[in-house]
């Protein structure tokens, strides 16, 4: 690459990752063309992006970024996988294909300045998905009400079971 080239590939690079919620370092080494456009495929689905990079031009890329600590530690052929939507979503993405070829390895990542081991990425990944908490809240918010329509029918049911065995104590004598 020309000196020009990696200018405009560095900002490329940086304009990408600032909007980026999550960034996720992978090792991809052995895994197939095929594997990694499949890859590509789960990410972009679920409002990701995955890009294999130089580690001289991350670097360049994330200085004087908060991603800065993501540059410790590159040694080998990296890819990042990242997302400016979801999140949660592009860790589910990279954790279900790691299970299914074993030559993904996750290192880490970033997200919102915080840095992230491998462990907190498929921490992230068991998070449930937007629409299921959505629904959850919205099983709370239904929740609330009949609670309330319970309590207050409460004392008008127990009234009637008093008076049903008052009514039968006072046949039997």
């Known amino acids: 690459m020309r000196r020009e080239e990696k200018a405009q590939y560095i900002e490329e690079l940086q304009a ?3 909007d ?3 960034v996720v370092t992978t090792r ?3 895994i197939g063309v095929e594997s990694l456009n499949q890859l590509r495929r789960n990410l972009r689905a679920s409002g990701g992006s995955y890009k294999v990079v130089k580690n001289t031009l991350l670097r ?4 004087d970024t908060d991603m800065a600590p993501l540059a410790e530690g590159l040694k080998g052929p990296v890819a990042l996988a990242y997302s400016s939507t979801n999140p949660v ?4 993405a990279l954790d279900e294909f790691s299970k299914d070829n074993e030559l993904l390895v996750i290192e880490g990542g970033i997200m919102a300045g915080r840095a ?3 462990a907190d990425v498929e921490a992230l990944a ?3 998905s937007l629409d299921q908490l959505r629904g959850q809240f919205l099983g709370l918010l239904q929740a609330v009400p009949q609670q309330l329509l319970r309590v207050l029918q409460a004392p008008s049911r127990d009234l009637v079971g008093v008076l049903d065995a008052r009514r039968r104590q006072q046949e039997e004598a």
């Open 126 to 128: 068991k998070l449930p």
């Open 60 to 63: 360049r890329a994330l200085s």
């Open 89 to 92: 979503e592009t860790a589910k």
């Open 28 to 30: 991809f080494q052995g």
């Open 16 to 18: 990408a990752l600032a």
């Open 116 to 118: 992230l081991t491998a």
């Open 20 to 22: 980026a919620e999550v």
